[in-house]
T-cell receptor, first 112, second 111 residues
Framework: EADIYQTPRYLVIGTGKKITLECSQTMGHDKMYWYQQDPGMELHLIHYSYGVNSTEKGDLSSESTVSRIRTEHFPLTLESARPSHTSQYLC???????????FGSGTRLTVV | KQEVTQIPAALSVPEGENLVLNCSFTDSAIYNLQWFRQDPGKGLTSLLLIQSSQREQTSGRLNASLDKSSGRSTLYIAASQPGDSATYLC??????????FGTGTRLQVFP
């Protein structure tokens, strides 16, 4: 079944640790996105990619980085986690806008 | 500035009622509009996608309409059930590599 997967589902980690949030999709979509959702439910685009070897920054400045070595995989990395990074991170993909976006289940990150 | 607003912000209704959720957008030059559902602490589940050339889409008890000229979309939920309780988000795509999300409507359906 075509889908988009995020792991881990929940993560509690100490300040200063390096973490990678995984996102994979089986639909062969070229475009992939990372959104950060704050407690007030507002969604902010932090990174996106047009395809392999393409990465772009979104509207919200983020200390995270992303890579796109394979079409299906779009991991997000925080080199040194801080409490201000505590949030829900949502990954999404689209073939092109006419078909809409598909979102993953999200990773809820807590940095203590 | 492209903004998307949803009314009401919250809604609490008894089971069985027919519901109307509203979404308004300031820039009518949309590419498409998508309705999502989000359960607490979970990701977004796509409900309906309406392309700019379409007037409505239906899926089961859900019907979404689009009026570009007036900058509005409506999500109609027939015969609501407690399982419909969630936050509903509309999102507008202007073909600019990101979605513009609405403010959301938090729905509670009680037995």
């Amino acid at each position: 079944e075509a889908d988009i997967y995020q792991t881990p589902r929940y993560l509690v980690i100490g300040t200063g640790k390096k973490i990678t949030l995984e996102c994979s999709q089986t639909m062969g979509h070229d475009k992939m996105y990372w959104y950060q959702q704050d407690p007030g439910m507002e969604l902010h685009l932090i990174h996106y990619s047009y395809g392999v070897n393409s990465t772009e920054k979104g509207d919200l400045s983020s200390e995270s980085t992303v890579s796109r070595i394979r079409t299906e995989h779009f991991p997000l990395t925080l080199e040194s986690a801080r409490p201000s990074h505590t949030s829900q991170y949502l990954c999404a993909s689209s073939e092109w806008p006419a078909y809409g976006y598909t979102f993953g289940s999200g990773t809820r990150l807590t940095v203590v | 500035k492209q903004e998307v607003t949803q009314i009401p912000a919250a809604l609490s209704v008894p089971e069985g009622e027919n519901l109307v959720l509203n979404c308004s957008f300031t820039d009518s030059a949309i590419y498409n509009l998508q309705w999502f559902r989000q359960d607490p602490g979970k990701g977004l589940t796509s409900l309906l996608l309406i392309q700019s050339s379409q007037r409505e889409q239906t899926s089961g008890r859900l019907n979404a309409s689009l009026d570009k000229s007036s900058g509005r979309s409506t999500l109609y939920i027939a015969a609501s059930q407690p399982g419909d309780s969630a936050t509903y988000l509309c999102a507008v795509d202007y073909n600019t590599d990101k979605l513009i999300f609405g403010t959301g409507t938090r729905l509670q359906v009680f037995p």
